[in-house]
């Protein structure tokens, strides 16, 4: 079997400023989702990734993640704005 990824278009989507700004916001939360998930199923933070152990980097204050983490996070957010979009949704800022 091969796999091949059709996520919907998103590439004509354009986020406002307001939308924008949000981002970051989302990109936090996702990381705090991430890690609740983790610390319950008993991982707990270690200097590198140890499946095994169940020890991960990445489970540290938003804050403190590396900026390649952040990035992670801030492209699942853009991404899951647009798709609201995509599909007709609406997005409004505070």
Same mark, same amino acid.
């Given at each position: ?76 957010? +853009?991404? +899951? ?9 609406? +997005?409004?800022?505070?």
């Amino acid at each position: 079997m091969t796999y091949q990824p059709a996520p919907i278009d998103t590439s004509r989507v354009e986020l406002s400023e307001g939308t924008r700004k949000l981002v970051e916001q989302l990109a936090k939360n996702n990381h705090e989702v991430w890690s609740r998930q983790r610390i319950s199923e008993g991982w707990r933070f270690g200097p590198n990734r140890d499946d095994a152990k169940k020890e991960h980097p990445c489970l540290v204050p938003y804050e403190d993640l590396p900026e390649s983490e952040k990035e992670y996070d801030r492209v699942t957010a +853009v991404e +899951v704005l647009k798709t609201i979009l995509a599909l007709g949704g609406r +997005v409004e800022a505070p």
